[in-house]
């Protein structure tokens, strides 16, 4: 017991437990935000969850007022002719709203973090992790994407982006979780813990972090497996030096880590004005803050 209950508590040494929203763009019953709801709480953060009523995969930084629903959400997680916005009735830090995920992102900073934490709004964005990568061309498109970089950009709070290579849609009560599902929560976990230990401003301005997980195999199946790479999200061909990292001042592409094998993890620091990858500035301040838990791909 009391063994349990020192490993669970390790985590947050160094960070405190922060206001935390979760969004993305597969939906708010979706099992991987459910998994990293489940990780972050245990992790002892205070954490609300807005997210869409169903599936808006691809659908960018689309961003309406919702629109009051007829059939039920996704997975027949919520009932039919449930209106515009809903929680789980036993549950109410579990949100859903019948639109866009950057407007659901909207709803959960202006409307349901503020309804628990007292008025107050988030301190970080999580989105995520999304079902598939979200890499280079993918980015502008990607409604995972669109809902870190509504926070970062419109809302001015810091945000990072999850998605994990390892697909297929689960509902939220599937049984037993399975492996990718608990890893990517892990993972996802580690580098938020790391992000709020190293202290605020967590990001700088106009910066989101894009974070693509390999699949999970039986080489890379448990956390301790994984290596966190710093990367850049297009090639950097005509573009000018980016920090230098690993003995040179050209950043790996976000693909080329994902597909070198070996347990990658990219992380590349985005520009929120326009979905590309920040100035080598940026990137440095980054770079120095996730620190030691960063290495450089062999
Ligand atoms: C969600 O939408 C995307 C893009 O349309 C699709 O590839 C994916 O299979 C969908 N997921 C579910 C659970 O329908
Ligand atoms: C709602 O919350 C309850 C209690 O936490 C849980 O058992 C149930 O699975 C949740 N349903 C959905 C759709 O979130």
């Not at 599936?55 to 919520?78: L, W």
């Not at 503020?114 to 598939?132: D, H, K, M, S």
């Not at 990292?245 to 520009?271: F, K, Q």
């Amino acid at each position: 017991m009391r063994a349990q209950f020192l490993l669970s508590a390790l985590p947050i040494l160094g960070a405190q437990g922060a206001r935390i929203l979760q969004a993305n763009d597969d939906g708010w019953a979706e099992l991987y935000i459910r998994s990293l709801n489940e990780a972050l709480n245990e992790a002892g953060h205070d954490v609300v969850l807005s997210a869409p009523a169903d599936n808006q995969s691809g659908t960018g930084s689309s961003d309406k007022e919702p629109s009051p629903r007829s059939d039920a959400c996704e997975y027949d997680s919520c009932a039919a002719n449930s209106g515009p916005v809903g929680s789980n009735s036993t549950n109410t830090r579990l949100n859903w709203v019948n639109s866009y995920p950057a407007t659901s992102t909207r709803y959960g900073i202006d409307t349901f973090g503020p309804q628990i934490w007292n008025g107050e709004g988030p301190e970080l964005v999580v989105t995520g992790p999304n079902v598939g990568t979200n890499l280079f061309l993918a980015v502008p498109f990607s409604g995972t994407i669109g809902a870190a970089v509504y926070a970062s950009h419109t809302a001015g709070i810091p945000a990072i982006a999850f998605s994990g290579a390892s697909t297929g849609n689960l509902a939220w009560n599937t049984s037993p979780v399975p492996a990718r599902s608990a890893v990517y929560a892990l993972l996802a976990t580690q580098l938020t813990e790391a992000v709020l230990a190293s202290g605020t401003p967590y990001l700088p301005s106009e910066v989101f972090l894009n974070v693509n997980f390999p699949e999970i195999t039986d080489d890379c199946n448990g956390p301790a497996n994984f290596k966190w790479v710093l990367s850049r999200i297009n090639p950097g061909t005509f573009s000018d030096p980016d920090t230098e990292s690993c003995g040179s001042t050209r950043l790996p592409t976000e693909t080329s880590v994902i597909d070198a094998g070996g347990c990658h993890i990219s992380v590349s620091v985005g520009d929120a004005t326009d979905k590309t990858t920040a100035p080598a500035e940026k990137q440095a301040v980054v770079l120095q803050k996730l620190g030691s838990l960063l290495t450089c791909l062999e």
